[in-house]
Nanobody, 124 residues
Framework: QVQLVESGGGLVQAGGSLRLSCVAS????????MGWFRQAPGKEREFVAA????????GYADSVKGRFTISRDNAKNTAYLQMNSLKPEDTAVYYC?????????????????WGQGTQVTVSS
């Protein structure tokens, strides 16, 4: 089992920045691909970004490319999502997810474990 705990959400003005953190406990963190998804009110949960465990290659949704950066620190069992140039449409609950011993993927069903989410609100 892996437990994921997100933090770092909050209220920010458009154009501002936030950094989300996801701390993992349990099995060997470095063997997990890590992903970030988000869900806005009334919408489906959607892929935001992900990072491999093996070569740290990354992937991003088109809507966040150039603004968000995913990274990981295996020594701290932590994944990060740096969010810059935030827009009101980025408002959502952001979820961290882990996928064991596989490359990252953009689909919810590919992930084995999920955190409880952290709220990000961007005001205009």
């Amino acid at each position: 089992q892996v437990q994921l705990v997100e933090s770092g959400g909050g209220l920010v003005q458009a154009g501002g920045s936030l950094r989300l953190s996801c701390v993992a406990s349990g099995r060997t963190f470095r063997r997990y691909a890590m992903g970030w998804f988000r869900q806005a009110p009334g919408k489906e949960r959607e892929f935001v970004a992900a990072i491999n465990w093996s070569d740290s290659s990354t992937g991003y949704a088109d809507s966040v490319k150039g603004r968000f950066t995913i990274s990981r620190d295996n020594a701290k069992n932590t994944a990060y999502l740096q969010m810059n140039s935030l827009k009101p449409e980025d408002t959502a609950v952001y979820y961290c997810a882990a996928r064991y011993n596989s490359r990252w993927g953009p689909h919810r069903y590919e992930y084995d474990y999920w955190g409880q989410g952290t709220q990000v609100t961007v005001s205009s």
